[in-house]
């Protein structure tokens, strides 16, 4: 199986920060990368798909990059509603696998 | 807009069986491949069985194969997970999930609000 390592676990910013998350894959998968949010006691909510495409509706100050095996989510000026758990997720085989998560809070 | 709906979660003894339920409207279901992924309280998030648009191919994680069962009766536009053996490791809250649209959309753009299984005895 594919594994994914995401750094950091936990990241302190605040509110305006530029912040950036890494994911790295344990072999390539091209650019089949996810990178979703997740607030407590909720699902996870797509943000980025296939690397770099925004989901339709998710602000622009979020933006993903990279290919093969690393790959970045970037928030631009940290807004208060960014506060959350975010996951990164290949999809280059059918054993999808996630990122442990890195949480951003508040400093 | 697509709108998924767990329901079957709750409290089953170790070694017990369980039969999750995922109701889809909203999109054409049987043509998305679904797939059921869980969180252990406090934990991340594990991908583990999903099914293709037929039904005639379904993949397992390693933690849950030969234990658990993906099937799907698109008549009813719902997707099933039998869970048996159930193990306290098992306990988690379950989402389904589909897949997004296009050959190599394969990430989960839907996701359900969760059900909640608890293996205890």
């Known amino acids: 199986d594919i594994q994914m390592t995401q750094s950091p676990s936990t990241l302190s910013a605040s509110v305006g920060d530029r912040v950036t998350i890494t994911c790295r894959a344990s072999q390539s998968i091209t650019s089949r990368l996810a990178w979703y949010q997740q607030k407590p006691g909720k699902a996870p909510k797509l943000l980025i798909y296939e690397a770099s495409d925004l989901e339709s509706g998710v602000p622009s100050r979020f933006s993903g990059r990279g290919s093969g095996t690393e790959f970045t989510l970037t928030i631009t000026s940290l807004q208060p509603d960014d506060f959350s758990t975010y996951y990164c997720q290949q999809y280059e085989s059918y054993s999808w696998t996630f990122g442990q998560g890195t949480k951003v809070e508040i400093k | 807009e697509a709108e998924l709906l767990e329901s079957g979660g709750g409290l089953v003894k170790p070694g017990g069986s369980l039969r999750l339920s995922c109701s889809a409207s909203g999109f054409t279901f049987s043509t998305y491949v679904m797939n059921w992924v869980r969180q252990a309280p406090g934990k991340g998030l594990e991908w583990v069985a999903a099914i293709s648009g037929s039904g005639g191919s379904p993949y397992y994680a390693d933690s849950v194969k030969g234990r658990f069962t993906i099937s799907r009766d698109n008549s009813k536009n719902t997707v099933f997970l039998r869970m048996n053996s159930l193990r306290g490791e098992d306990t988690a809250v379950y989402f389904c999930?589909?897949?997004?649209?296009?050959?190599?959309?394969?990430?989960?753009?839907?996701w359900g609000q969760g059900t909640l299984v608890t293996v205890s005895s």
């Open positions: 999930a589909k897949v997004g649209s296009g050959y190599y959309s394969n990430y989960f753009d839907s």
